[in-house]
């Protein structure tokens, strides 16, 4: 890790460097002499980390000390230059005419002045920190460090992989699904081709014991005239691996080997492999495979003979599998954690092998039960804990004992150590962009489901996301986060329609160790209700605080922060405004306060120059002082669920915010069930605007529309109270908007007609919701190819738009709500191929759905909701072969008697959905929130 903190810091370097032209001549001649000394050190330092982990306290000192020196570095840096800015700022404060003319001549005069002190302290810094530097450098012979490129050759300590390959049949729990389904893929008769079958998932998940497994069945066996295992894990060699394979399967056939194997290089090995390959119908397993580009060398030595060879693979990483693809046919199991009942089994099967005949003695559920919840059906876990157990008094008192300090007990338990080292080896093998964006998860607390947009500009903020051509920083950021997820480490929470997570976690062991990595490289200090420890001689550089202890919070005033994040505290942040705590943290980058109780922003916010993420989200903030215009860095203004109705124009000089979030939603029932926020003109000069999420337009009119039109960059657009006479203006504005994914428009009331026909164009759009009278649907919505999502509501269209909407080739969810449509009758002709979504609510003259055979192929779910004139299911439903999900909700009584499981006349329709669930008004009030639930279950028709 001073690897990442090291990059970063000469990332500090190289800006200062280029933007900074008047630093003092003898200053940037030492700046100089900083970047390239930290270039020299920066080659050493991934050998470095890695023996920091292993090795003697004198590496691991040498380590913290230059990760420590790095952070000086860059608070020198950030500090210098907020002084520069200060000193400086009086000088635009001046008017144009002439007094204010002379003013500026003498205000330049007094900041050339002013900005020599910090220029001059810089100075006095850089002579403390080049010492600091020679120091360090002159350790690396002592050391014996290798280059970075050298380490190839490095002794690595490798977990014990054995006991995943000696796992007896008896032993093997919760994978008798997985198994069939690799079998089957295995001895597929019908498929010739070569085909890779890969079992990806997090280390510990059972992708060895499982695939193991598969590989000795008898079943799969007898398929096959030659099989081979190879472990190939992070080191390994392209010949070692042939070689092995060949001396496998000559012992299996009793083939002689071919003559002089061991002296031959990888051409020759790869060309007698082929041959003898060509004629025969071949398995071959490769087990723990790390690189993405595995695939490339080694599958010249498999060639694809059109026999129905297979190749198995398990990996970690999704990435690996989908590699095989671009010439091989690929099927992927992901395999997932075991469920509760498979875990409880497995676990006791281990406690309790010796004693109470493999049951769980009654005094010992609940706290068993705990424990197997902290494994989250991790087999590995499981396994490790319950044999640690296994040899324990079986009490209550030792039991509770493990599992309060199970975090403890994985760094210094042998029973533990292989689990430590097999979740370890994820982290490990990150590039070293991505081991501070998996750390950024401890930040949060355990079993918290974190939202992706949230993650991904924080990781901004903090600098951890590098700038690449012809992408935002966002959709690099995204692509960490998909790397991450690809990796095993992160699991996905919640998924958008189209596939993209919209929340993620980690497996609470593994946020265990993140813990433990996060307190040895000072990457975060995290003040909880459990979390005691004196914290006075430790640096700290993020801070998350977890508890409403006030003395805990006491403890921390002292500490100049970089970040801080609240959670789930219960006492006034207000009163902490006032502190040292806030007083101390000028150089903070991050203040995350989502959540907190907070009913105001203190006026010295603006002085936090080198903020780039402000959360205020629901809070009781009511107004924004006007020194939020300092903020010249801040990119992220989180403003949503707050009492915030109408920003200062100070807003207006933010030139860098990307994402500006601010609106309240009180309800779906209502246009007016949601507000946004009144802007005041002059907001043009953010270009970089990402998110502007809502404006109320109809407080600047027709020139607030206008300027809309400079803001070219916007991914995402949310206006409220539109009028009808905005309409060209409006258009003209969205038109300019090239990049625009998200649009929200929604009018000032239910019966204002939005006018939008005059857009031609719309090419990356993928959301559209428009709440609002429409007296047609716009014409260029048919045109939007790349639309996954449409929301129209209060529309009162009169003609069915499902005519203009079926050839859409990428909407995947449809929402019509609250009078969207006025008609009786709504009809899905064929089309509709990717739709999986269908929601239908509260669409008071429909009495009638038809749908056409062959229509709407691949969706899943239908909800309708208060639909009065509905009177019986649709009895071209059972022509939706794929629907999984159907929920109907306050539909008319006669409705749900009609598919009644019980002798309903129209149960057949549904019969093929595998959950159908009512939801029924309860008692004569038409406004009672009353409601009963039956759901029905159905086996999947295959």
Not at 76 to 87: C, K, L, Q, R, T
Request: aromatic share 8%; with cysteine.
């Amino acid at each position: 890790m001073a690897e990442t903190a090291v990059w970063f810091v000469l990332k500090q370097v190289y800006q200062l460097l280029k933007e900074e032209a008047k630093l003092v001549k003898y200053v940037r001649k030492d700046f100089e002499e900083i970047k390239n000394e930290l270039e020299f050190i920066r080659v050493f330092l991934k050998d470095a980390d890695k023996r920091a982990t292993t090795e003697e306290l004198g590496i691991k000192l040498w380590v913290k000390q230059l990760r420590e020196l790095s952070f000086h570095i860059e608070d020198v840096i950030d500090a210098y230059i907020m002084d520069v800015v200060n000193a400086t700022h009086h000088h635009d404060l001046h008017d144009d005419g002439y007094i204010g003319k002379f003013q500026s001549v003498i205000g330049l005069m007094k900041s050339k002045t002013l900005t020599l002190k910090p220029r001059h302290r810089i100075a006095t810094e850089i002579q403390e920190i080049k010492l600091r530097i020679y120091g360090i450098k002159e350790r690396i012979e002592r050391y014996n460090f290798q280059f970075s490129e050298q380490q190839e050759g490095l002794s690595i300590k490798y977990p014990d992989r054995l006991g995943s390959l000696f796992v007896d049949e008896g032993e093997i729990v919760g994978f008798e699904k997985p198994k069939d389904e690799i079998v089957g893929w295995l001895v597929d008769g019908e498929e010739k081709s070569r085909c890779v079958i890969s079992v990806v998932g997090m280390g510990g998940v059972g992708k060895t014991t499982l695939t193991k497994n598969v590989f000795d069945d008898q079943q799969v066996k007898g398929c096959f005239d030659c099989r081979a295992f190879l472990v190939v894990s992070q080191s390994y060699s392209v010949e070692a691996l042939v070689r092995n394979m060949m001396m496998q399967f000559s012992e299996e056939t009793k083939e002689p080997l071919p003559q002089g194997i061991n002296m031959m290089d990888k051409t020759t090995l790869i060309t007698v492999a082929r041959s003898y390959l060509q004629s025969k119908r071949y398995v071959i397993y490769f087990d723990d495979v790390w690189k993405v580009d595995f695939w490339d060398e080694i599958q010249l030595a498999i060639p694809d003979n059109k026999k129905g060879s297979r190749i198995m693979i398990t990996t970690r990483n999704l990435d690996v599998a989908n590699y095989c693809r671009k010439d091989s046919r690929v099927q992927v199991h992901k395999l997932q954690p075991l469920p509760p009942n498979k875990a409880w089994e497995l676990f006791c099967n281990k406690a309790f092998r010796f004693d109470f005949d493999g049951i769980c003695p009654s005094e010992l559920k609940d706290i068993s039960d705990e424990i197997i919840q902290k494994c989250e059906g991790l087999p590995l876990a499981i396994v490790a804990i319950g044999g640690l157990l296994s040899t324990k008094d079986k009490t209550v008192s030792e039991w509770k004992k493990l599992c309060q300090n199970l975090s403890s007990e994985l760094d210094r338990n042998p029973h533990l150590a292989n689990l430590t080292r097999i979740l370890g080896m994820s982290y490990d093998d990150l590039p070293h962009y991505l081991k501070s964006c998996i750390l950024y998860f401890g930040i949060y607390p355990e079993d918290y489901s974190i939202r992706s947009s949230r993650l991904i500009r924080q990781w901004i903020a903090e600098g951890f996301v590098k700038h690449e051509v012809g992408k935002s920083l966002e959709e690099v950021g995204e692509e960490y986060l998909t790397e991450l997820i690809h990796r095993s480490l992160v699991q996905v929470s919640c998924v958008h329609y189209d596939g993209t997570a919209t929340s993620c976690r980690i497996h609470d062991l593994l946020r265990e160790m993140i813990m433990r990595k996060m307190k040895d490289l000072s990457f975060c200090h995290v003040v909880d209700e459990d979390n005691h420890e004196q914290i006075s001689d430790v640096t700290i550089r993020r801070l998350a605080i977890k508890t409403s202890s006030n003395n805990m919070l006491r403890s921390i005033e002292n500490f100049p922060l970089r970040s801080l994040y609240i959670f789930d505290v219960l006492i006034k942040f207000s009163d902490y405004f006032g502190s040292k705590f806030f007083a101390k943290s000028k150089l903070l980058k991050v203040l995350d306060l989502e959540g907190a109780l907070l009913d105001y922003v203190p006026d010295d916010i603006g002085n936090r120059f080198h903020l780039k993420y402000l959360s205020l989200r629901y809070t009781n903030v009511k107004n924004l002082p006007k020194s939020i215009g300092k903020l010249q860095n801040l990119e992220t203004l989180d403003l949503k669920g707050t009492l915030i109705r109408e920003l200062p124009s100070e807003i207006n000089k933010l030139t860098k915010l990307r994402h500006l979030l601010v609106y309240n939603r009180r309800t779906y029932s209502s246009i007016s069930g949601e507000s946004g926020v009144r802007m005041m003109e002059g907001f043009g000069g953010m270009i970089v605007l990402q998110k502007l999420y809502h404006v109320e337009v109809d407080h600047g009119g027709l020139n607030l529309i206008a300027e809309l039109k400079k803001l070219k960059q916007l991914r995402k657009l949310g206006l409220k109270n539109v009028k009808r006479e905005y309409g060209n203006a409006l258009c003209e504005s969205i038109e300019e908007m090239k990049f625009l994914e998200s649009l929200h428009i929604s009018a000032i009331s239910e019966n204002e007609v939005i006018d939008l026909q005059f857009i031609s164009s719309l090419p990356q759009l993928r959301q559209l919701h428009l709440f609002g009278c429409l007296e047609k649907l716009p014409n260029w919505v048919p045109r939007l190819d790349q639309l996954v999502t449409l929301l129209i509501r209060f529309s009162k269209l009169k003609d069915d738009p499902l005519k203009l909407l079926k050839d859409l080739p990428n909407l995947l969810c449809l929402a019509m709500v609250c009078d969207a449509y006025d008609g009786e009758m709504l009809h899905f002709e064929v089309g509709f191929k990717k739709l999986n979504k269908l929601y239908l609510v509260q669409l008071n003259n429909l009495n009638s759905i038809l749908i056409d055979n062959e229509a709407l192929p691949a969706l899943k779910l239908i909800e309708m909701a208060h639909l009065p004139k509905l009177k019986e299911i649709p009895p071209d439903i059972h022509l939706l072969k794929n629907l999984e999900t159907l929920r109907l909700i306050d539909t008319p009584h006669e409705f749900h008697q009609s598919i009644d499981p019980n002798g309903g006349s129209k149960n057949w329709v549904i019969e093929h959905v595998q959950m159908v669930t009512i939801v029924e008004r309860v008692g004569p009030n038409p406004n009672s929130f009353d409601f009963s639930y039956r759901t029905f279950r159905h086996p999947k028709v295959t």
